[in-house]
């Protein structure tokens, strides 16, 4: 499964090392591929789309949508 998250806040290759790390911690989640340019994450993988939020807000940026 494929989810994409519009993400705010990321804006070089520190944030985008920081949310890949966040989400790459959770359970279920097999790859995670940032885009700065189009704020976008995408993650392949069974992890619940609330879970995916929750993480990338922890990590400092905000999820929007
Ligand atoms: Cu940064």
Redesign the pocket.
Known sequence: MNQTFKVEG???????M?VERAVKGIAGVENVQVDLINKEVKVTGSAAREQIADAIREAGYEVVG
């Open positions: 990321m804006s070089c290759h520190h944030c985008e920081a």
